[in-house]
Nanobody, 123 residues
């Protein structure tokens, strides 16, 4: 079993940056691909970014491509999401999650989820 704890959210002005972290417990972290998802008020959860277990491949939603960067440090059992040039539409609760397979944007494929961290971008 894997437990995930997100951190790094907060309030930032449009154009600013935040770095989210997702710390994992459990010995099998390095065998999981990891993803970031977000959910805005009144909207469904949506895919943001994903990274394979080795960190060798990444995948981004079109809405964040070129602005967000996902990375991981298996020794620290942590995955990161660097968010630059933030926009008000990036506001939401950000979740990290684990996936046994290769990279995917499908939330139902992900097994373990964190509690989320709030990101608010003001205009």
């Amino acid at each position: 079993q894997v437990q995930l704890v997100e951190s790094g959210g907060g309030l930032v002005q449009a154009g600013g940056s935040l770095r989210l972290s997702c710390a994992a417990s459990g010995r099998t972290f390095s065998s999981y691909s990891m993803g970031w998802f977000r959910q805005a008020p009144g909207k469904e959860r949506e895919f943001v970014a994903a990274i394979t277990w080795s960190g060798g491949s990444t995948y981004y939603a079109d809405s964040v491509k070129g602005r967000f960067t996902i990375s991981r440090d298996n020794a620290k059992k942590t995955v990161y999401l660097q968010m630059n040039s933030l926009k008000p539409e990036d506001t939401g609760v950000y979740y990290c999650a684990t996936y046994r397979g290769s990279i995917s944007s499908v939330s139902s494929y992900y097994r373990y989820w964190g509690q989320g961290t709030q990101v608010t971008v003001s205009s």
